[in-house]
């Protein structure tokens, strides 16, 4: 069973950064693409960016486009998030995921595509 932690959320003003880590145990790190997702109060969950299994291809949602950069580094096991620029339209709850086996880059956008969860970490972004 794979789990994941995510760290690095906080309360923040706008315009500062924040990076945004999590670590997986339990599978091989490397044979998975990995996202990242949000949801804030009263809304969906919202998918922000993903990664392939060596890092060579990412994608972002476009309202985290340029300001976000997902990254990984398979022998720690660890998927990141930088932040920058953040907006109070970041304000939500983040979560780190493991995509199905199999599943390509054209999935990635939609929380289906991926099987295991972390519990998330919280960001808040003050105006």
């Known amino acids: 069973q794979v789990q994941l932690v995510e760290s690095g959320g906080g309360l923040v003003q706008a315009g500062v950064s924040l990076r945004l880590s999590c670590v997986a145990s339990?599978?091989?790190?490397?044979?998975?693409?990995m996202g990242w997702f949000r949801q804030a109060p009263g809304k969906e969950r919202e998918f922000v960016a993903a990664?392939?299994?060596?890092?060579?291809?990412?994608e972002y949602a476009d309202s985290v486009q340029g300001r976000f950069t997902i990254s990984r580094d398979n022998a720690k096991n660890t998927v990141y998030l930088q932040m920058n620029s953040l907006k109070p339209d970041d304000t939500a709850a983040y979560y780190c995921?493991?995509?199905?086996?199999?599943?390509?880059?054209?999935?990635?956008?939609?929380?289906?595509?991926?099987?295991?969860w972390g519990h998330g970490t919280q960001v808040t972004v003050s105006s």
């Open positions: 995921a493991v995509a199905r086996d199999g599943i390509t880059s054209r999935g990635w956008r939609s929380d289906k595509a991926y099987r295991y």
């Open positions: 339990g599978g091989t790190f490397s044979s998975n693409a």
């Open positions: 990664i392939s299994r060596f890092g060579g291809t990412t």
